[in-house]
T-cell receptor, first 110, second 114 residues
Framework: KNEVEQSPQNLTAQEGEFITINCSYSVGISALHWLQQHPGGGIVSLFMLSSGKKKHGRLIATINIQEKHSSLHITASHPRDSAVYICAVRSTGSQGNLIFGKGTKLSVKP | NAGVTQTPKFQVLKTGQSMTLQCAQDMNHEYMSWYRQDPGMGLRLIHYSVGAGITDQGEVPNGYNVSRSTTEDFPLRLLSAAPSQTSVYFC?????????????FGNGTRLTVT
């Protein structure tokens, strides 16, 4: 079983819809990251969180440490949000290395 | 700042050839790492370094070599390329002593081994 599981694997939405991507993990962590990989291949860091909730523009990330679960929400989705969203965790005692989920491919149709 | 710069962007090798993927960062980051990304799998750590002169193996180190002679550069060497090393490779860095600082990624190198 993978230590980091994301769902769904693929997601198609209409422009304007509210989107949720889920991430569950099975190890103790010091932080959880959400990353975005554009169709061109580049990867950027969206959020890093260890508790509670963070918001940046239309993106919101939440984490529940007790349930070992995080969600990434996109409000008022737009075609430019189409990308692969990757969850990664930094496990405690891992020398700072990340364990990555397989990613969720999001396609937002106009 | 240029951030993390990876070269080349694309490369085709024949089985048995060797090559070096270059990675440089100008943010004075202590931690640097190499990942490979394959279809249907998450990014997997090949090698990493927590500072100049220090390197360590990640999850999939076989067939790869690294060195860290300066803070800025972290080259990845393929000693004798195999078709199983066909992948997209990413270099990333983050500030040292800050385990929970974000990773900065290069734009990737798409490698095909025939």
């Amino acid at each position: 079983k993978n230590e980091v599981e994301q769902s769904p694997q693929n997601l198609t939405a209409q422009e304007g819809e509210f989107i949720t991507i889920n991430c569950s993990y099975s190890v103790g962590i010091s932080a959880l990251h959400w990353l975005q990989q554009h169709p061109g291949g580049g990867i950027v860091s969206l959020f890093m969180l260890s508790s509670g909730k963070k918001k940046h523009g239309r993106l919101i990330a939440t984490i529940n440490i007790q349930e070992k679960h995080s969600s990434l929400h996109i409000t008022a989705s737009h075609p430019r949000d189409s990308a692969v969203y990757i969850c990664a965790v930094r496990s405690t005692g891992s020398q700072g290395n990340l364990i990555f989920g397989k990613g969720t491919k999001l396609s937002v149709k106009p | 700042n240029a951030g993390v710069t990876q070269t080349p962007k694309f490369q085709v090798l024949k089985t048995g050839q060797s090559m070096t993927l270059q990675c440089a960062q100008d943010m004075n980051h202590e931690y640097m790492s190499w990942y490979r990304q394959d279809p249907g799998m998450g990014l997997r750590l090949i090698h990493y370094s927590v500072g100049a002169g220090i390197t360590d193996q990640g999850e999939v180190p076989n067939g790869y070599n690294v060195s860290r002679s300066t803070t800025e550069d972290f080259p990845l060497r393929l000693l004798s390329a195999a078709p199983s090393q066909t992948s997209v490779y990413f270099c990333a860095s983050r500030g040292g002593g800050q385990h929970n600082s974000p990773l900065h990624f290069g734009n990737g190198t798409r490698l095909t081994v025939t």
